[in-house]
């Protein structure tokens, strides 16, 4: 706000750039590949659940935010990709490849009602992916902290109560970094303009760490 009255000229004044604001950084909540395919392949009795699970799950696979899902239409969908105008970077022709996961959600709402893909409100489809975890047992404890001023706040959540819409890109980025997609092209597909933010993600390669670390254990050597 200072910034933008200066620059109209309401103040000259330039104390408030001496002020520096801390991000308090904070857990980046996405599933595993397991996760993710247990959820997937896992078939509803709910109508309303089975496509919430669809559409979050096309989520997963594209990197896709909801608003930009929200408003496929068919003329957007081609063979092997999705060429389509994001809402919030307001970036035009923008191709996101399609997996065979993505190429299956779609095939199933060809010639429904539903085509290209079901029409879900934020909201709702927060409640019913929820509802969808829930089914599935998803109940180990999660804890976030945070921070009001310098006092430092826990809080205790089951993991199917932090799954939302926005957990979907995250999913995206987190296991397509996991699995070995090259950065620049994932940050591409995915139109991540700001670096920072996007760094978040990759510390979570940590999980790979391990991975990694093992195959020391595939040594073979001597002791004395």
């Not at 104390?15 to 392949?41: A, G, H, Q």
């Not at 992916?129 to 599935?136: A, G, S």
């Not at 799954?163 to 620049?184: D, P, Q």
């Not at 700001?194 to 002791?223: C, L």
Request: glycine share 2%; charged share 30%.
């Amino acid at each position: 706000f200072m910034q933008w009255s200066f620059d109209r000229q309401y103040h000259n004044s330039i104390e408030f750039k001496r002020i520096k604001r801390t991000e308090d950084e904070i857990e980046v909540i996405y599933l595993s590949m397991d996760e993710l395919m247990e959820l997937y392949n896992h078939k509803f009795n709910n109508k309303s659940m089975e496509r919430a699970k669809d559409f979050f799950c096309f989520g997963c696979f594209t990197g896709l935010r909801h608003s930009d899902i929200y408003n496929l239409d068919n003329a957007n969908i081609y063979d092997d990709y999705i060429n389509l105008s994001l809402i919030k970077t307001k970036t035009n022709d923008h191709i996101i490849p399609l997996n065979d996961f993505a190429k299956a959600i779609l095939e199933k709402y060809k010639n429904t009602i539903y085509n290209p893909i079901p029409k879900i409100y934020s909201q709702k489809l927060n409640k019913k992916i929820q509802d969808c975890c829930e089914e599935l047992e998803w109940l180990d404890e999660v804890k976030l902290v945070r921070y009001i001023g310098t006092e430092r706040v826990n809080k205790t959540f089951q993991k199917y109560q932090l799954i939302t819409s926005h957990v979907a890109r995250k999913t995206f980025i987190t296991n397509g970094l996991i699995l070995g997609m090259n950065e620049r092209v994932l940050r591409n597909i995915t139109n991540s303009k700001d670096e920072k933010s996007f760094r978040r993600y990759v510390k979570i390669e940590e999980v790979q760490k391990q991975k990694e670390m093992d195959i020391w254990n595939t040594v073979k050597y001597k002791t004395k």
